[in-house]
């Protein structure tokens, strides 16, 4: 039997690099797959790509209203949620004079209101025994030159895996997080490209960025996948409140 059979998964930011390779996997392993994403086209796209056992919702998760959309839709369909993968997120860098008032809120509503409110609307539909998995960042363990923001949005969720695990034992729901060190993703490319003005110059930035991984490469969305797939499944079953690294042992050291 496969290791996800028969699951339900929901999948926030599934249309891109680890949600999408985390959906194409979960598939892969059995489950149905909701995943959500802002743009149609490219929802279109993640869908027409993962082939089958899968339905697309555009929705935003820091828009509440989107949020009873999507859930609505889950509920219609399947009736329930077996496991939660919530794994939207934004990071862009400003140092701290630059940081405005846009630029937490943005982050801010993003990778906590929306995560928040992504796992609270979300229980209603949760049998006990399932799996929430929060995608967090090395980013909330370290100090990382211009990302005072988006660090402290992921520190906020690695305090969420401990709290949610207290608050939802009595309904045997493991909670979660993963922290990628650099994964090869559109929002790598694109945080990397933001800070730099050549193409030459984000190359030596990626140099750089490498050179702080123990492991000497980047990791590929489905080196964070396979680790969501086992926190997902029962072969995580006495495994709670965590945060597993995924970065190459970056974070570690
Ligand atoms: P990505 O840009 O490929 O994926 C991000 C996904 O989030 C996309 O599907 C996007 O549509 C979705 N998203 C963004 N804002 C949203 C919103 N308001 N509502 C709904 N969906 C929204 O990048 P990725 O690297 O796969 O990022 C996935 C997660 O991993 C993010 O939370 C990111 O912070 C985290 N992360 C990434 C890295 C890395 O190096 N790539 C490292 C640590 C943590």
Known sequence: MKKLEGKIAVITGGNSGIGLATAQRFVAEGAYVFITGRRQSELDAAVRQIGKNVTGVQSDVSNLADLDRLYAEVKEQKGRIDILFANAGVGEFATLVAITEDHFDKTFGINVKGLLFTVQKALPLFQDGGSIILTASTAASKGVEGFTVYSASKAAIRSFARTWTVDLKQRKIRVNAISPGPIDTQASRLSLSGLVQSEQQSEQLKKNLV??????????????????????????SYVAGIELFVDGGAAQI
């Open 211 to 236: 050179s702080t991984v123990p492991l000497g490469r980047m990791g590929s969305p489905d080196e964070v996948a396979k680790v969501a797939s086992f926190l997902a499944s029962d072969d995580s």
